[in-house]
Nanobody, 121 residues
Framework: QVQLVESGGELVQAGGSLRLSCAAS????????ANWYRQAPGKQRELVAS???????NYADSVKGRFTISRDNAKNTVYLQMDSLTPDDTGVYYC???????????????WGQGTQVTVSS
C-alpha cells in the first residue's frame, strides 16, 4: 500500500520561508509525477505546483517565482520550497503523486493527509 506523508507545515511570519516534504513509502521504486495542492479555509483545493515525469515543472501564477517543487528519488521524497510567504499562502497543503512500485506496477493518484501552513501578517 502506497503512503504519502507530508511534513514541514507550521506557523510562519509573512516574508518567511518553509520547506514542505512528502515522503512516499510502500515498496516504491520511484515517484513518477508529483503535485502540491493547497486548500485555504472556505475555498476549493487548488493546484500550486507540479512536476512531470520528464522533470518539467509548472506553477500557479500566484506562486511563480516564490515556490519550487523538487524530487529526491533516492529518498522517495518530494519537496516544496516556499519563499516570500504571504498570508494568502495559508492553507492545508497536500501532496499528490503517481509512483512506480518495485514490481513495475504504477500506482496513480495517491494523496497525503495534508500539512497546515499558516502565514501571519
Amino acid at each position: 500500500q502506497v503512503q504519502l506523508v507530508e511534513s514541514g507545515g507550521e506557523l510562519v511570519q509573512a516574508g518567511g520561508s518553509l520547506r514542505l516534504s512528502c515522503a512516499a513509502s510502500g515498496n516504491i521504486f520511484y515517484i513518477r509525477t508529483a503535485n502540491w495542492y493547497r486548500q485555504a479555509p472556505g475555498k476549493q483545493r487548488e493546484l500550486v505546483a507540479s512536476r512531470s515525469s520528464n522533470g518539467n515543472t509548472n506553477y500557479a501564477d500566484s506562486v511563480k517565482g516564490r515556490f519550487t517543487i523538487s524530487r529526491d528519488n533516492a529518498k522517495n521524497t518530494v519537496y516544496l520550497q516556499m519563499d516570500s510567504l504571504t498570508p494568502d499562502d495559508t492553507g492545508v497543503y497536500y501532496c499528490n503523486a503517481d509512483v512506480v512500485l518495485i514490481t513495475g506496477t504504477e500506482m496513480r493518484d495517491n494523496w497525503g493527509q495534508g500539512t497546515q501552513v499558516t502565514v501571519s501578517s
